[in-house]
């Protein structure tokens, strides 16, 4: 539900739906991903990273896009 809601372009409506998001569910790694990218532009750069490095471990394929999105970039681990 949460990535519907934020493809209608509802972030704050999404955030508690993408922040319920559990390891093993279908969406995990994209549901975490989108999170950072919430949290980076709302200045949450602890929550932000903390949501990035959830989805990157779920998803390494995730790591070019992360490494392309400004909002995330600098919080990319180093080795990566």
Same mark, same amino acid.
């Given at each position: =539900?949460?990535?519907?809601? =934020?493809?209608? #372009?509802?972030? #704050?409506?999404?955030? %508690?739906?993408?922040? $319920?998001? /559990? %390891?093993? #569910?279908?969406? !995990?790694?994209?549901?975490?991903?989108?999170?950072?990218?919430?949290?980076? !532009?709302? @200045?949450?750069?602890?929550?932000? /990273?903390?949501?990035?490095?959830?989805?990157?471990?779920?998803? +390494?394929? =995730? =790591? +070019?896009?992360?490494?392309?999105?400004?909002?995330? $970039? @600098?919080?990319?681990?180093? @080795? /990566?």
């Amino acid at each position: =539900l949460g990535l519907l809601l =934020l493809a209608h #372009q509802n972030a #704050q409506e999404a955030k %508690p739906w993408l922040e $319920s998001a /559990r %390891p093993g #569910q279908p969406d !995990f790694a994209q549901a975490k991903f989108q999170l950072a990218i919430i949290e980076a !532009f709302a @200045g949450n750069a602890a929550a932000g /990273r903390e949501a990035l490095d959830a989805a990157l471990a779920a998803d +390494p394929r =995730l =790591l +070019p896009l992360a490494r392309a999105n400004p909002a995330l $970039s @600098g919080w990319v681990p180093a @080795g /990566r």
